[in-house]
Nanobody
Framework: QLQASGGGLVQPGGSLRLSCAAS????????IGWFHQAPGKEREGVSF????????YYTKSTRGRFTISTEKDKTMVYLQMNNLKPEDTGVYYC????????????????????WGQGTQVTVSS
């Protein structure tokens, strides 16, 4: 199971760090994706990390603002979000995939099997 946490209310330009915990195990041999679902919209990929080779992916919107990382024991995956914008508002989910999913496929939510419960991020002044 996955548990996402760390959301909250932040002003534009502010920062948050989201956490995704592997409940009862590790993320070894997985790829972990973060997704954003804005109100009334579909779930969209934000970032991805391969726990096997450390490969990371971002979208054009998140590259340079967000950083995905993990710890040595591979039980947590973090999403550091800086310079947040109102359009970043929504629920953020983490999910598991193959560690070799690749840059052309990681953003497709249909390829993910296990999902966390989501954490709410609100960017507003």
């Amino acid at each position: 199971q996955l548990q996402a946490s760390g959301g909250g209310l932040v002003q534009p330009g502010g920062s948050l760090r989201l956490s995704c915990a592997a409940s009862g195990g590790t993320f070894d041999y997985y790829g972990i994706g973060w997704f954003h679902q804005a109100p009334g919209k579909e779930r969209e990929g934000v970032s991805f990390i391969s726990m096997t080779n450390g490969q990371t992916y971002y979208t054009k919107s998140t590259r340079g603002r967000f950083t995905i990382s993990t710890e040595k024991d591979k039980t947590m995956v973090y999403l550091q979000m800086n310079n947040l914008k109102p359009e970043d508002t929504g629920v953020y989910y983490c999910a598991t995939n193959s560690p070799y999913v690749g840059d052309s496929n990681w953003m497709n939510p249909l390829g993910y099997d296990q999902w966390g419960q989501g954490t709410q991020v609100t960017v507003s002044s």
